[in-house]
């Protein structure tokens, strides 16, 4: 007789819980305005963040869809910073979580106070 395992995903956050304790802040407002400024449309916009559809472009202004490592970084960079790519994906809100922590633990005792 063969027994059921539970199914966990380590490479998928759960990202209700990730946004509950708000390390990740998606402002969809904000990925709209920015292909606005730069005065492309859905299509070009998809294709400088290396989305392959005006479709996966819709879906990620409309939130319907978060975006991957690769494309939260390449809008944090059309963007100049303005908009962080931890915001738009709690991958690397984690990873920027962590780091911090980790800078945090190797300062000397008086550095950290």
């Known amino acids: 007789m063969q027994t059921k395992r539970a199914s966990v995903s380590l490479h998928m956050p759960n990202f209700r819980l990730v946004e ?4 990740c802040k998606l402002n969809r407002m904000d990925i709209a305005a920015l292909r606005k400024d730069l005065g492309l449309s859905l299509d070009a916009f998809a294709a400088r963040i290396g989305l392959k559809s005006r479709g996966q ?4 202004e409309s939130g319907a869809r978060k ?9 944090e960079r059309l963007s100049s910073g303005r908009i962080k790519a931890a915001e738009l994906n709690p991958d690397i809100a984690l990873m920027e979580r962590f780091r911090a ?6 300062a000397p005792a008086s550095e950290a106070a």
């Open 20 to 23: 509950m304790f708000g390390m």
């Open 57 to 60: 472009m819709s879906s990620l």
């Open 67 to 75: 975006p991957s490592v690769r494309v939260a970084l390449e809008i």
């Open 101 to 106: 922590e980790a800078a945090n633990d190797d």
